[in-house]
């Protein structure tokens, strides 16, 4: 892997490779700002097909995250939508009629076995059903010879992650996993210019990271639309009230870690280059007297680095959106880099003892942020060990379209082949071996607050 800057490129992650040329060109806003070029061992290319050619798609699952994902589909060019599945009629009738004002006529259904009885005509599955049923619907979607985009988890077990990547290995078939992060242009040009280019961290020695959300209430259902006992049994629900609100319980999902934290816990072992050693974490049932996952966690990881182990916490709360929103933060002895797909909380800190960065706010790596104003009075005396304010830099580029889109499309030009910035096909960001390696650490949070001790981690536990 090649980490020399080269101008005007777009990259790919440390455990992914380039976006598409095309992609790139579309991305005005990211044009000349520096990228560095990167590519990975391990992704996958699909020959033997046009860049340009049609795509035909089924939609599993059109509940909130479903119609995220249809909406970010609808401004890619060349998809067409065949068929969407749901077991509801209330989504059903939505899915089908959004996606007839857009100019596709699709069949619906209501079990995906009779989807891939019928329709012998699609290249790709796009799953977004609850976590528990991620794995068997990928699974059979990936032997009936599909593509397929799943989002995450892959499961609620780590069973059927490991089910999903050998049915993946199986098939031959791209699986591609929503850790969407992993195609984010910001998250990329932080990954490839600032840690592994420029090294403006210095040494890494810590990170921490949050999803605070405030309370809400459990979702309803409007009341004619309910489905019947037998239906929801046969597709694993109690009743209308579990069928709308699966986050929250145990059977079904992995509660707020799996939903919220899992997109960011990804990140830890991305950014700092190695798998944790360990992990410690404590939860409860504190608020939700109704719900059975725990709606706060708090958790703290052990990543062996070479000049010692770095800690990173994390913590996910759901009756509070206090502490400033959803963000990582990555701690050097040299600069710290604060990141979230929102590009308001993006910022990089350089430490007084750091090289000077001037040379890479030349390269457009960054840019020096304005100077907060001095306070005009100070109201006391600052203790003298107290480090003073840290010069504020920002990462140029914006991200114009979705923040799922860069991923989908990451997905789709890959199943084309379509030229990477390098001229080599397009491969995937976050496949299923790399996802599953990425979601170990996170199947092990629940079961660390429950017993209410360190787990440690093996290195064949990364392997599969």
């Given at each position: 892997?090649?980490?020399?800057?080269?101008?005007?490129?777009?990259?790919?992650?440390?455990?992914?490779?380039?976006?598409?040329?095309?992609?790139?060109?579309?991305?005005?806003?990211?044009?000349?700002?520096?990228?560095?070029?990167?590519?990975?061992?391990?992704?996958?290319?699909?020959?033997?097909?046009?860049?340009?050619?049609?795509?035909?798609?089924?939609?599993?699952?059109?509940?909130?995250?479903?119609?995220?994902?249809?909406?970010?589909?609808?401004?890619?060019?060349?998809?067409?939508?065949?068929?969407?599945?749901?077991?509801?009629?209330?989504?059903?009738?939505?899915?089908?009629?959004?996606?007839?004002?857009?100019?596709?006529?699709?069949?619906?259904?209501?079990?995906?076995?009779?989807?891939?009885?019928?329709?012998?005509?699609?290249?790709?599955?796009?799953?977004?059903?609850?976590?528990?049923?991620?794995?068997?619907?990928?699974?059979?979607?990936?032997?009936?010879?599909?593509?397929?985009?799943?989002?995450?988890?892959?499961?609620?077990?780590?069973?059927?992650?490991?089910?999903?990547?050998?049915?993946?290995?199986?098939?031959?078939?791209?699986?591609?996993?929503?850790?969407?992060?992993?195609?984010?242009?910001?998250?990329l040009r932080v990954y490839h210019n600032l840690i592994q280019t420029a090294k403006l961290q210095g040494k890494f020695v810590g990170a921490n990271a949050q999803w605070n959300r405030a309370v809400t209430d459990d979702l309803g259902?409007?009341?004619?639309?309910?489905?019947?006992?037998?239906?929801?049994?046969?597709?694993?629900?109690?009743?209308?009230?579990?069928?709308?609100?699966?986050?929250?319980?145990?059977?079904?999902?992995?509660?707020?870690?799996?939903?919220?934290?899992?997109?960011?816990?990804?990140?830890?072992?991305?950014?700092?280059?190695?798998?944790?050693?360990?992990?410690?974490?404590?939860?409860?049932?504190?608020?939700?007297?109704?719900?059975?996952?725990?709606?706060?966690?708090?958790?703290?990881?052990?990543?062996?680095?070479?000049?010692?182990?770095?800690?990173?916490?994390?913590?996910?709360?759901?009756?509070?959106?206090?502490?400033?929103?959803?963000?990582?933060?990555?701690?050097?002895?040299?600069?710290?880099?604060?990141?979230?797909?929102?590009?308001?909380?993006?910022?990089?800190?350089?430490?007084?003892?750091?090289?000077?960065?001037?040379?890479?706010?030349?390269?457009?790596?960054?840019?020096?942020?304005?100077?907060?104003?001095?306070?005009?009075?100070?109201?006391?005396?600052?203790?003298?060990?107290?480090?003073?304010?840290?010069?504020?830099?920002?990462?140029?580029?914006?991200?114009?379209?979705?923040?799922?889109?860069?991923?989908?499309?990451?997905?789709?030009?890959?199943?084309?082949?379509?030229?990477?910035?390098?001229?080599?096909?397009?491969?995937?960001?976050?496949?299923?071996?790399?996802?599953?390696?990425?979601?170990?650490?996170?199947?092990?949070?629940?079961?660390?607050?429950?017993?209410?001790?360190?787990?440690?981690?093996?290195?064949?536990?990364?392997?599969?």
């Amino acid at each position: 892997m090649s980490d020399q800057p080269l101008p005007a490129a777009t990259s790919g992650t440390a455990a992914a490779p380039l976006l598409s040329r095309r992609r790139f060109l579309a991305t005005s806003a990211m044009a000349g700002a520096g990228f560095v070029l990167a590519r990975a061992p391990f992704a996958i290319a699909q020959p033997g097909r046009s860049p340009n050619s049609e795509l035909n798609l089924a939609l599993v699952g059109l509940g909130a995250q479903g119609r995220i994902l249809m909406d970010a589909m609808l401004n890619i060019p060349g998809l067409k939508f065949r068929a969407i599945c749901d077991i509801w009629p209330y989504a059903q009738q939505y899915g089908r009629n959004k996606l007839k004002k857009a100019g596709h006529d699709v069949n619906v259904y209501s079990d995906l076995d009779d989807l891939l009885a019928k329709e012998k005509d699609l290249d790709a599955a796009i799953i977004a059903t609850p976590d528990f049923w991620h794995s068997p619907h990928t699974v059979a979607c990936l032997r009936a010879g599909l593509h397929v985009y799943c989002e995450k988890m892959m499961s609620n077990t780590i069973e059927g992650a490991r089910k999903m990547v050998e049915a993946m290995d199986a098939s031959g078939k791209l699986l591609q996993i929503g850790h969407q992060r992993r195609s984010n242009p910001r998250y990329l040009r932080v990954y490839h210019n600032l840690i592994q280019t420029a090294k403006l961290q210095g040494k890494f020695v810590g990170a921490n990271a949050q999803w605070n959300r405030a309370v809400t209430d459990d979702l309803g259902w409007p009341k004619a639309y309910a489905l019947k006992p037998d239906i929801l049994a046969k597709y694993g629900y109690r009743d209308m009230h579990q069928f709308r609100n699966w986050r929250w319980f145990r059977d079904l999902s992995g509660g707020p870690i799996s939903d919220l934290g899992a997109h960011q816990i990804d990140i830890f072992a991305w950014f700092l280059g190695v798998n944790p050693s360990s992990v410690f974490a404590s939860g409860g049932v504190d608020y939700y007297k109704t719900h059975e996952w725990y709606d706060n966690v708090m958790v703290v990881y052990e990543f062996p680095l070479p000049h010692g182990t770095a800690r990173a916490f994390y913590q996910v709360q759901t009756a509070t959106s206090s502490g400033g929103g959803y963000f990582e933060n990555f701690m050097g002895d040299e600069g710290s880099i604060t990141i979230s797909e929102n590009p308001k909380l993006t910022k990089v800190f350089r430490e007084d003892r750091a090289p000077d960065w001037e040379p890479w706010v030349q390269k457009n790596f960054l840019r020096k942020a304005a100077a907060a104003p001095e306070p005009e009075q100070k109201s006391g005396v600052v203790d003298i060990r107290e480090t003073k304010a840290l010069a504020a830099y920002e990462v140029p580029g914006i991200l114009n379209k979705p923040i799922h889109q860069p991923h989908l499309e990451n997905f789709f030009d890959t199943l084309r082949g379509a030229p990477a910035y390098d001229g080599k096909p397009t491969r995937l960001t976050c496949d299923g071996r790399h996802a599953y390696i990425s979601e170990v650490p996170i199947y092990h949070v629940n079961p660390a607050a429950a017993a209410r001790k360190l787990i440690t981690f093996k290195p064949e536990d990364f392997v599969i």
